[in-house]
T-cell receptor, first 114, second 111 residues
């Protein structure tokens, strides 16, 4: 039981390049999330998917797109990377509702845009 | 939307002493308040959570209190140990999994 798996763990991009961050969970969770973590700012929600087939914007969605490929996988795409997107990205998943609220996080992807 | 403030940003305690981290939230509809511990190079991990219909919850050396009227909640760690050194985040949610995080507290436990 791996939990939430993110790939890659590290990435360096040049300004203007594109890339996709991959996330998969094996806990049969309905909801999945992408957060970014910057020093002194905690984790901020980029996009989330409450269930397969739905996606919604979070607090900081500009410059990102997401795809909920199936129940297990939720990817984050940077179409044209900018230095302001240098951050650590975390994917998370949770059940739904009051009975299963705990969010489980992956190990993170450390992205540097130069 | 929800806004969560967390204090202090850094906390240094002697091994064996207690540590207290405080958070305030703005959305009175928030009903779920988890606390996460993040070790260097790892993702956040849930250590304890509390729901709005409960005032206090305890798990061994860790306890969380919630004051709905004042909109604040606190994490208490007793008998601190070196392995408690980490960054701790509070969070609040009015829709269970979608979390608004505080900025984090770096806790350092010195022997």
């Amino acid at each position: 039981n791996a939990g939430v798996t993110q790939t890659p763990k590290f990435q360096v991009l040049k300004t203007g390049q594109s890339m996709t961050l991959q996330c998969a969970q094996d806990m049969n969770h309905n909801s999945m999330y992408w957060y970014r973590q910057d020093p002194g700012m905690g984790l901020r929600l980029i996009y989330y998917s409450a269930s397969e087939g739905t996606t919604d914007k979070g607090e900081v969605p500009n410059g990102y797109n997401v795809s909920r490929l199936n129940k297990r996988e939720f990817s984050l795409r940077l179409e044209s990377a900018a230095p302001s997107q240098t951050s650590v990205y975390f994917c998370a998943s949770s059940g739904q509702g009051a009975s299963d609220p705990e969010a489980f996080f992956g190990q993170g992807t450390r992205l540097t845009v130069v | 939307g929800e806004n969560v403030e967390q204090h202090p940003s850094t906390l240094s305690v002697q091994e064996g002493d207690s540590a207290v981290i405080k958070c305030t939230y703005s959305d009175s509809a928030s009903n779920y308040f988890p606390w996460y511990k993040q070790e260097l190079g790892k993702g956040p991990q849930l250590i304890i959570d509390i729901r709005s219909n409960v005032g206090e919850k305890k798990d061994q050396r860790i306890a969380v209190t919630l004051n709905k009227t004042a909109k604040h909640f606190s994490l208490h760690i007793t008998e601190t140990q070196p392995e408690d050194s980490a960054v701790y985040f509070c969070a609040a949610s009015n829709s269970w999994g979608k979390l608004q995080f505080g900025a984090g507290t770096q806790v350092v436990v010195t022997p």
